[in-house]
Every structure is written in structure tokens, then in C-alpha cells.
């Protein structure tokens, strides 16, 4: 498999080359040359995998098809490493909760678990995965990793749960003082491997990503630390995310023939668009439900076609923080097969017209209704009363917590039901990790998983800094011999 830019780049690279990349050379994002197709025999084949050897054989199968470049016992070797009940507290890794009223002939939904894993949320799903790949790639070509990052919470900590203790890799995470959850700073802060650095910075988010900026834009210094990232928009971890739409497709479903939709809690775009892949592949996902809190690009996009950028003072902080973005950084994937990957036309929409205008329309190119009647696209908005209002009503109707982001996944799935075919809600993250809207919805604190017991008072491991590009140099730099 090959691995190509949506801003029409004539270089076509392998699994391994991308791996460790950021965007492409063009400012694009990799996508494979094609979708393999899973025809009905594949299907059926890999509903055998799933009964007989679970999630980690299902993920070597799907991964299969997109990695030519690891042999494939050491692919095997890896999947099977990653994904481990040890790490993600359950045989099926992901399992499947109806929530099921007594008397109702059938689930009015299904919640798919992907947040139980070391951070309790789902982006552990694929960075844990990515951890192992990079691990493995970097001791093959005897090279160093220094991953540079911004964090208000969730990334951060899956990123250092999945690289702690890695040979090859080390992670320098800002954060902004003082600013996160006491859960989540205990989840970070608690890590006392040698390779994992905290960087406590004396700002906001924006101070924090701005110093990851300045320093990535050092290309000498880059060059010379061997600087990475590891964000939303890496291939592998969306690879890694195609899994579980099939995973959950085969616990829903008793035969092939059978539809389901899927919705999902959406920011970056980057979860969803492991559905779309799914779907491309063959997958029979009926619908794609986008659920968008407050910040509601996508929702906006879906509904009129116009694609429009917010600026900082127009990004709403909500109470399902990890979807607060002013745009969606894995988005330009799906415009590209939207547009019939045309590579100079993406080019131009996220070039120019996003620099320039702050937006794009598609409203009046008729390629625009195939958003839904081709690719299966539906969204919608949560606010803040709707998590409110959903979460109460789950705790009464089921008796199941479920987390903010979650809740704006059944609140949009609500509006999409078809009779007939089950709704997947992709269940992001734990309700321990937003404690505080939960005691606001219910009046008691959520239930914490017992091996976080008493988190906040482990021992810490911070080095908090001014917000001084300069300085965080300094410290990479000492630490890096
Ligand atoms: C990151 C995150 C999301 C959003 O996922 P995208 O891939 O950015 O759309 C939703 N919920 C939780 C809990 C997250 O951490």
C-alpha cells in the first residue's frame, strides 16, 4: 500500500515513512492510494477472527491490508502486545452496553466502551498502539524520538501512558499551570518514568501551543533534537480507530446482511473519519451521526456546506472540553474523497480560501449532497443544558453515568434513529474524568475505577516553567543527553 497527499503531491510513500511524520511535504495529510475492499466473504472471515481470537486479531487483519512494510509476525507480535485485558480492563476490549429499558423489545441504543484503557479515554485505543509501532520502528532504524507536545488533558496523558518506559522515545508535554483537572493532573503528573518530562507552563493552552510552534519552527533545532509530534492528524492513529467501527458492527450484529449506524463525539474530525474509512471499506454502516458540542464547525459544515474556521475569541469553552476546536484538523481527509480526490482543488480550499477567508462553500457544487447520500454523513449540536438533560436521563431511564462528550453522542444519535437498525454511540470517555459537570447533572461524584483510587496524593513529577520559548529549549536540550 502507498500512501499519498490530499494537496496532490506526486510522492507516494509506505506505512513506515509516514509513521513517524507530521503533514505531508505540501501542508496535505496522508491518505492510502485506496481503500481495500472487505467484500461479504472478507466479512464474514473477519466475524471469525473477532468470535476466535478477539480485538488483537482483528486488528492485525484490518492493519494487514495497510502495512506492507513490518513482516507480519512482527505486526502480529504488536497488536497482541497492545491490545491486552491487562491494559484495557475487559476480554473484549471494547465491549458492547445496551442500554436496554425493561419491558422494550429491543436496546434504544448501544454504547460502545473505548475508555478503558490507562487515561480513560479513547484515544488511549490508538496511541497505545502507536507507542508500540514507534518503539519498534525507531530501534530498526537505530534513531531517536523527542515528542513535543500541548495538552489541556486528554492527549497529553494518553500520548505519555503510551510512551512510558519506551526505548528510543522521549515526551516533553506542556500544560498550562494549574489549569487542568486535579484527576487529570494527577493522571499526568504521576509518572515518574525517566523518559516522560512535564512542563508545567505558567499560561494557557494557547502560550503552550504557541511555544510548541516556535520550536518545531526551529528546523535546526528540530533537525538536531529530533523533534515529533504525535497529534490527531497521524495516519496510524486513525488506522489503529478503524478497528473498533468493525469490532462494534460484530457484537451488534448476528449476520452480514445487517446495517448499523454509529455516532460519534466529534472535534478534530479525527474518530469519525476512522468511520468514513470503515464505511469506504465496506463496512455496512448506514449513518455517520457527527456529534458537535457548542463548537459546532462540523455540525455547520453538514447542515449548509459552508466549511468556516473560528478564531480563539469565537471558541467556546465547554463542558466536553476535548471537542473544543476552531477547526477540524482531520476534516481536509474526507473533503478530499468528497471531492473525488481532487488533490489541487483541496489544495486550493485549505490554502488560500482558509487563509485568506477563513472559510470555503460547497453549498452550491452538487458533489456537496453526496456528504449524505453517498458517505452516509448526518450531524447535529449538543449545548451544555442538552449534556445536562442527557446525562440525567441515561442515570434514570438505564442506570448508567455517562461522560459529557458521551452524552452529546446520544443526545445527536437521538434525533437519527431508524427503526431497524441499531445506533452505536461511541463512548469517549470516563464520567470520573469530568467529575465536576457530572456532580452538576446528578448531585453525586461518578464512580472512579479502582485502581485510580487515591491518585491525588501519589508523589509528582513537574517542572513548571515560564511561558519562554527559549527556556523550554534549554531543558529539552539537557535532557536529551
Ligand atoms: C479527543 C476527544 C474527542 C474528539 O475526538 P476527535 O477525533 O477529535 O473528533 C471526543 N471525546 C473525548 C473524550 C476526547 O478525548
Not at 207 to 223: E, M, P, T
Request: contains cysteine; glycine residues 8%.
Amino acid at each position: 500500500m502507498r500512501y499519498l497527499s490530499t494537496r496532490g503531491h506526486t510522492d507516494r510513500k509506505s506505512f513506515c515513512q509516514i509513521l513517524l511524520e507530521g503533514l505531508a511535504p505540501d501542508g496535505g495529510l496522508y491518505l492510502p492510494e485506496h481503500y481495500p475492499h472487505v467484500d461479504s466473504q472478507k466479512l464474514a472471515q473477519w466475524r471469525g477472527i473477532w468470535n476466535n481470537q478477539g480485538y488483537a486479531g482483528l486488528a492485525f487483519a484490518v492493519l494487514s491490508l495497510y502495512i506492507d512494510d513490518i513482516p507480519a509476525a512482527d505486526l502480529k507480535a504488536l497488536c497482541d502486545k497492545t491490545y491486552t485485558e491487562q491494559v484495557f480492563g475487559s476480554p473484549q476490549i471494547v465491549p458492547l452496553k445496551p442500554l436496554h429499558a425493561p419491558g422494550a423489545p429491543t436496546p434504544e441504543l448501544y454504547l460502545e466502551a473505548l475508555s478503558n484503557g490507562p487515561t480513560l479515554a479513547f484515544k488511549d485505543m490508538a496511541m497505545q498502539l502507536l507507542g508500540n509501532l514507534f518503539e519498534y520502528e525507531l530501534a530498526r532504524r537505530s534513531e531517536e524520538l523527542n515528542i513535543l507536545g500541548a495538552t489541556s488533558g486528554d492527549t497529553g496523558s494518553a500520548a505519555e501512558y503510551a510512551m512510558r518506559g519506551k526505548k528510543g522515545v522521549r515526551v516533553f508535554m506542556t500544560s498550562p499551570n494549574g489549569r487542568m483537572s486535579p484527576f487529570q493532573q494527577a493522571q499526568m503528573f504521576s509518572l515518574l518514568d525517566e523518559n516522560i518530562h512535564n512542563i508545567a507552563i505558567d499560561g494557557v493552552f494557547d502560550d503552550c501551543q504557541d511555544i510548541v510552534k516556535a520550536v518545531s519552527n526551529d528546523l535546526a533545532f528540530k533537525r538536531k533534537y529530533k523533534i515529533g509530534t504525535v497529534n490527531s492528524i497521524n495516519w496510524a492513529r486513525l488506522l489503529a480507530q478503524v478497528v473498533y467501527y468493525f469490532a462494534g458492527y460484530f457484537q451488534a450484529t448476528k449476520n452480514n446482511a445487517e446495517q448499523v449506524n454509529f455516532s460519534v463525539p466529534s472535534g478534530n474530525f479525527g474518530n469519525v473519519c476512522a468511520g468514513h474509512v470503515a464505511r469506504m471499506m465496506g463496512l455496512p454502516i448506514a449513518k455517520l451521526v457527527v456529534a458537535t458540542n457548542e463548537n459546532d464547525v462540523l455540525d455547520e459544515f453538514f447542515r449548509t456546506g459552508v466549511y468556516r474556521v473560528r478564531g480563539t475569541a469565537d471558541t467556546h469553552e465547554t463542558s466536553s472540553p476535548s471537542m473544543d476546536i476552531s477547526k477540524a484538523s482531520n476534516f481536509e481527509r474526507f473533503v478530499f474523497d468528497l471531492l473525488g480526490r481532487d488533490g489541487s482543488r483541496v489544495a486550493q480550499l485549505f490554502g488560500p480560501a482558509i487563509h485568506e477567508q477563513g472559510r470555503f462553500d460547497l453549498s452550491s457544487d452538487p458533489l456537496f449532497a453526496q456528504a449524505a447520500q453517498r458517505y452516509g454523513f448526518v450531524s447535529g449540536k449538543s449545548t451544555h443544558a442538552d449534556r445536562l438533560a442527557t446525562i440525567r436521563d441515561v442515570f434514570a431511564r438505564y442506570g448508567v453515568m455517562i461522560d459529557t462528550h458521551t452524552a452529546d453522542g446520544v443526545k445527536v444519535a437521538r434525533d437519527h434513529q431508524q427503526t431497524g437498525v441499531p445506533m452505536l454511540v461511541l463512548e469517549t470517555a470516563l464520567p470520573i474524568k469530568f467529575a465536576s459537570t457530572l456532580v452538576e447533572a446528578l448531585g453525586r461524584e461518578p464512580d472512579r475505577p479502582v485502581q485510580f483510587n487515591g491518585i491525588e496524593a501519589l508523589p509528582k513529577r513537574v517542572q513548571v516553567m515560564p511561558a519562554d520559548t527559549e527556556l523550554i529549549k534549554q531543558y529539552i536540550a539537557t535532557h536529551c543527553d
